[in-house]
C-alpha cells in the first residue's frame, strides 16, 4: 500500500471541478492561486476519453434542460422533481445513521468502476499533487482509483445530498472542506470520519477580500452602506459596532464612488432569465432619471447577452445601456468568474436564487433571493435566512416600490451587515492553509448549523 500523506510545504494542488453550471467553477477560480495557473474541469480537459466525455456530456445536457424547462407549468415542475428527487435530502432531525448508500451514489461508482476518470487520475497520478475536487465525482473517482495523495473535497452547499459522501464512507480517505456547521454534522450522519471533515467556509475570491484582515472587503463594505442607509437609520442605530469593526471611517464622512446599483446573476442553465426582464421593466423609470444602475449577468450565453439587451431596448432604455443598464458578454468561463468579481466591487444588492452565491453575503452584500431550484437550493434559502444575509423576494413586479421601501429604511443595509459578520469570509485563506499544511492565522469558525 503507498503512503498517501501530504508532507508540509506543497506548493500546489490539482484544482478540479466539473463545468456544470457556475457553482463548483465558481468555488474553484477563488482556489486558483492554489491550481499553478490552471484549474482541470474533470468532464472537459484536453486529451479526455471520447467515453468520459459522452458520459459527462448525457449529464450536463439533461440537468440543463430539465431546469430551463421547470417554470412550464405542471410538466416542468413534474420532471425537476424527478430528477430532484435522486438527489434528495433528507431532514436532519432526528439525527440517526444515514450512510446507507442511495441509487444515485451507486450509479456513480458503477460508472467509476467501469472506468470514468481513470484517465484523469492517471496523469494527474505523474505529479502527485494535493488533489482538490469542487465537486464529489472527481473525489470519488481519486479515491477509487488510487491516486498517489491526498484528496480533498469542497462542499458548495449549505447542506448536501448523500451523493456527496462516498459508497463507503469509513475507509474512504477523501477529506472534507466544509462550507458550514451544518455539512460538517451532515457529513458525520452519512458516515464520513469526524477527523476527516475541516470546517473552513465557502471559497470567497480573494480579490474581494484582499487578505486575512480584509481590507478590500471593508473599504467596498463602507461605500455600500452609504448607498444602502440613504437616511442614516442603520448607521445611528449601529454606529458603535461600525466604528469597532470598520474603524472610525463612517459613511456621512465617505461619499460612495458609485451610484446604488443592483445586480441580477442568472444561473448557468438560464431557467429564471424572465425575471430580470421584469426587474428591468420596474426599475425602467428610476434608472431613466439616474437614481438606480441595473447589471443583467447572463454568464457566458451569447443567446442571453441578445435577450436582454433587446429587452433594455424594448424597455425604451436604450440611452442607458452601458452605463445605467450593462449586460456584460464574456468569451469563456474564466473570464466570467472574473468580470463578476469586478461588478461585485460596485454591488450594493446581488439579486439571485440561492445557489452557491448565498455565501458571497460573508463579503457584505445582501442577498435578495429568487426562487430556490432544487433541493440544495431550498437549503441555502433557509441558511442564508438562518444569518440574517438574505431576504426572498416580493413581486419583482413591483420591485420599484418595495425594494426602495426596503433601502430607505435601513433594512438592507442591516442584511448586508448580517453577512458580513454571520457569515463565513476567508474560506479561501483557510483551504489554502490546510491543503499546503500550513499553520494557520485565522480563528476557527463556530459550529454554526
Given amino acids: ?108 461508482y458503477r460508472m467509476i468502476k467501469n472506468g470514468l476518470g481513470r484517465h484523469l487520475i492517471q ?22 482509483h488510487d491516486y498517489p495523495g491526498e484528496i480533498w473535497c469542497v462542499t458548495t452547499d449549505a447542506d448536501v445530498s448523500r451523493a456527496w459522501a462516498p459508497l463507503d464512507p469509513h475507509r474512504s480517505r477523501i477529506k472534507y472542506l466544509a462550507s458550514n456547521g451544518r455539512v460538517v454534522e451532515r457529513l458525520k450522519l452519512y458516515g464520513v470520519r469526524a477527523e476527516q471533515i475541516f470546517l473552513t467556509g465557502f471559497p470567497l475570491p480573494k480579490e474581494l477580500i484582499g487578505g486575512p484582515q480584509a481590507p478590500v472587503m471593508k473599504d467596498v463594505l463602507t461605500e455600500r452602506l452609504c448607498n444602502l442607509d440613504p437616511h442614516g437609520i442603520f448607521h445611528d442605530r449601529y454606529a458603535r459596532e461600525l466604528k469597532a469593526e470598520l474603524g472610525p471611517m463612517r459613511c456621512r464622512r465617505v461619499q460612495a464612488q458609485h451610484p446604488l446599483t443592483l445586480t441580477y446573476s442568472v444561473g448557468g442553465a438560464g431557467a429564471q432569465r424572465a425575471l430580470g426582464v421584469k426587474i428591468l421593466r420596474s426599475l425602467a423609470s428610476s434608472i431613466a432619471r439616474h437614481e438606480v444602475r441595473l447589471n443583467l449577468v447572463p454568464g457566458v450565453r451569447r443567446d442571453m447577452v441578445a435577450y436582454y439587451t433587446r429587452a433594455v431596448h424594448e424597455a425604451g432604455l436604450k440611452k442607458e445601456l452601458g452605463a445605467w443598464v450593462t449586460v456584460p458578454s464574456f468569451t469563456s468561463r474564466a473570464a466570467y468568474f472574473e468580470g463578476f468579481n469586478d461588478i461585485l466591487k460596485t454591488t450594493d444588492i446581488l439579486w439571485t436564487k440561492p445557489s452557491e452565491l448565498s455565501f458571497y453575503c460573508g463579503l457584505g452584500i445582501p442577498i435578495i433571493m429568487a ?10 434559502r433557509v441558511w442564508l435566512g438562518y444569518v440574517g444575509g438574505g431576504v426572498s423576494q416580493n413581486d419583482p413586479v413591483y420591485t420599484n416600490e418595495w425594494l426602495m421601501d426596503w433601502i430607505h429604511s435601513g433594512g438592507v443595509a442591516r442584511m448586508a451587515w448580517n453577512g458580513y459578520i454571520e457569515a463565513p469570509t476567508h474560506g479561501t485563506y483557510r483551504i489554502e492553509d490546510l491543503v499546503l499544511g500550513r499553520q494557520s492565522e485565522l480563528h476557527a469558525l463556530p459550529l454554526i448549523v
Avoid: C
Fill in 1 to 108: 500500500m503507498r503512503n498517501h500523506s501530504h508532507k508540509p510545504g506543497a506548493q500546489g494542488a490539482w484544482v478540479v471541478d466539473v463545468n456544470m453550471g457556475y457553482g463548483h467553477s465558481r468555488a474553484a477560480y477563488a482556489l486558483k492561486d492554489l491550481s499553478l495557473g490552471e484549474v482541470v474541469s474533470a468532464n472537459d480537459y484536453r486529451g479526455i476519453p471520447a467515453q468520459d466525455r459522452k458520459l459527462w456530456g448525457e449529464t450536463r445536457k439533461l440537468y440543463e434542460t430539465i431546469s430551463r424547462m421547470k417554470p412550464i407549468p405542471v410538466v416542468g415542475d413534474f420532471l425537476f422533481e424527478a430528477m430532484d428527487y435522486w438527489q434528495q435530502i433528507p431532514k436532519f432531525y432526528p439525527r440517526r445513521d444515514l450512510s446507507r448508500p442511495n441509487m444515485q451514489l451507486k450509479q456513480i
Fill in 123 to 144: 496523469k494527474l497520478s505523474e505529479h502527485p499533487l494535493p488533489f482538490m475536487s469542487t465537486f464529489f465525482i472527481p473525489a470519488f473517482v481519486a479515491d477509487a
Fill in 371 to 380: 426562487p430556490p431550484i432544487g433541493s440544495q437550493e431550498e437549503f441555502n
